[in-house]
């Protein structure tokens, strides 16, 4: 049971891979015949659709750069935003992959009460193994959550460690979730993503490659990082969170915000959503002649707020989905409308090209994109 304090909807005070979850659907998932989604047979622009006429490197070729010399792969959002075409359309999508999922890992959860570890992190937390044993080398484009979305994780963190108190007190057990990467009380058997170490990948450019390829990479990147992470006019809202899980990991996950009051909370245009925002740093990157090795396309917004380290006894697996149902209770009543809860990619702290280890939020930050208030700030002097 949630506690009272939380059930009453305040706020909580300010304070200054689950995303690689669905890394087994391959690239060519697309929404099954039920989705929400409608067909088109026109074009649908992928890139922002502004009136500006500031030119972007996604919407140009690189000087001396062909499509003859190097294709640009197919982006792999242009199906789902033509399918999609309303804000309405695509965050009825989102909301239906998330809710068709957790009932599906509900009902194997429910069934087979075991979890699945995650042996690379085990090693990394218990047995103390170097970093240099994990070989998964990665270059991303992530979104920091805002204060306020770090303080909601924190919440449905402490729920999940109340959890584990009362049905697994043999174990070693944090108290709190933890702030820093290294906190030694955050050793399991549900390892919590640290407060500092909280990402949305919005974007995966390279995965599990050796160190040499993601140096080559970022040379390749470099000049074109910071307008790439520029968001002045690409600050996708999300809304509506909502806790998803599998057996191996939980996350917070988010739908695009599905009306005209996208303008009105700050986007630039009442089309524009996350998944447009995803297609169009795609281009971006692609067009620097990095070509994105993405492995799914889903309609997935999440940031992984923990993880399995150990196995745990089937009645420990009960008691967690139980509480995931009713923190998701909790969060559809106080939460589902977007006055009550939105979160502007890119706000307080600006969109990162992070690279390295960064499985559990490791590596490090090659470039960092203006803030989505620095931006309107300068947009104002301009005026």
């Not at 075409?85 to 075991?114: F, G, I, V």
Request: glycine share 4%.
């Amino acid at each position: 049971m949630i506690t009272a304090s939380i059930l009453t909807g305040a706020q909580p005070a300010s304070s200054s891979s689950f995303d690689k979850m669905f890394s087994s659907m391959p690239l060519s998932t697309s929404l099954s015949s039920s989705s929400s989604c409608s067909s088109s047979d026109s074009e649908v622009e992928v890139t922002s659709q502004t009136s500006s006429a500031r030119t972007s490197i996604s919407d140009e070729p690189l000087p001396g750069s062909s499509s003859q010399d190097s294709p640009i792969p197919t982006n792999p959002y242009t199906d789902l935003i033509r399918r999609c075409p309303t804000p309405k359309d695509m965050a009825k999508a989102y909301e239906t992959h998330r809710r068709n999922r957790n009932a599906e890992k509900l009902r194997q959860m429910s069934h087979l009460k075991t979890v699945s570890p995650d042996s690379i992190l085990a090693g990394l937390v218990l047995h103390d193994l170097p970093q240099e044993s994990d070989p998964r080398n990665n270059i991303t484009i992530w979104s920091r959550p805002t204060v306020r979305v770090m303080d909601l994780i924190a919440i449905i963190q402490q729920q999940l460690i109340d959890t584990l108190h009362k049905t697994a007190p043999s174990h070693a057990l944090q108290k709190q979730p933890p702030v820093k990467p290294n906190d030694p009380a955050n050793k399991g058997p549900l390892w919590l993503m640290p407060r500092e170490c909280l990402h949305l990948s919005v974007l995966e450019v390279t995965h599990s490659a050796p160190p040499d390829v993601i140096d080559s990479q970022i040379k390749q990147l470099k000049p074109y990082l910071s307008e790439i992470l520029t968001s002045r006019d690409n600050a996708p809202i999300l809304v509506k969170p909502l806790v998803c899980f599998d057996s191996a990991a939980f996350a917070l996950t988010f739908a695009p915000l599905d009306s005209s009051l996208q303008k009105e909370y700050g986007a630039h245009s009442e089309d524009y959503t996350y998944t447009h925002y995803r297609a169009h740093l795609y281009n971006a990157i692609n067009k620097a002649q990095v070509y994105c090795a993405a492995r799914y396309e889903v309609p997935s917004a999440h940031v992984t707020i923990a993880r399995f380290i150990e196995e745990v006894s089937p009645n420990v697996v009960d008691a967690l989905l139980e509480t995931i149902q009713n923190i998701n209770t909790w969060l559809e009543d106080v939460y589902s409308n977007p006055e009550s809860f939105s979160w502007q990619v890119g706000s307080e702290r600006g969109t990162e090209c992070r690279c390295g280890r960064i499985w559990y939020g490791g590596g490090w930050t090659e470039a960092t994109g203006e803030t989505v208030e620095e931006l309107k700030n300068e947009d104002s002097w301009q005026s």
